[in-house]
């Protein structure tokens, strides 16, 4: 149980963050549209992912909560490589 806090309070700051480096990353002009889309695939996450593991965890088993969370970590740091890769490419031209 401790584990899981202490993990819920170090991700939380990565919201407010992500929503803060928007207009840096994708521009002031598109900024709106932009947090709009991550508010929205937050609230798509919060709703489907704790679904999505139950039925994992009901038919294979509560193991599998580290490997859920480390795949989330993995796509979320994957997506972020080729955001900061897209954002470098685009300062250069």
């Known amino acids: 149980m401790t ?3 202490i993990t819920g309070l170090g991700c939380a700051p990565i919201y407010p963050s992500v929503i803060h480096s928007t207009p840096a990353h994708f521009g002031a002009d598109k900024s709106q549209a932009v ?3 991550q508010m929205a695939s937050a609230y798509v996450g919060t709703c ?3 679904p999505v593991f ?3 965890a009901n038919h294979i088993g509560a193991f599998l909560y ?6 989330i970590l993995v796509l ?3 997506m ?5 890769s897209r ?3 685009d300062a250069h031209d």
């Open 80 to 84: 972020h490589e080729k955001l900061l």
């Open 48 to 50: 489907l992912m704790p």
């Open 3 to 5: 584990g899981l806090v």
């Open 66 to 71: 580290p490997v859920f969370l480390l795949a």
């Open 35 to 37: 947090i709009g889309v």
């Open 54 to 56: 139950g039925f994992l």
């Open 76 to 78: 979320m740091a994957v």
């Open 87 to 89: 954002v470098r490419e």
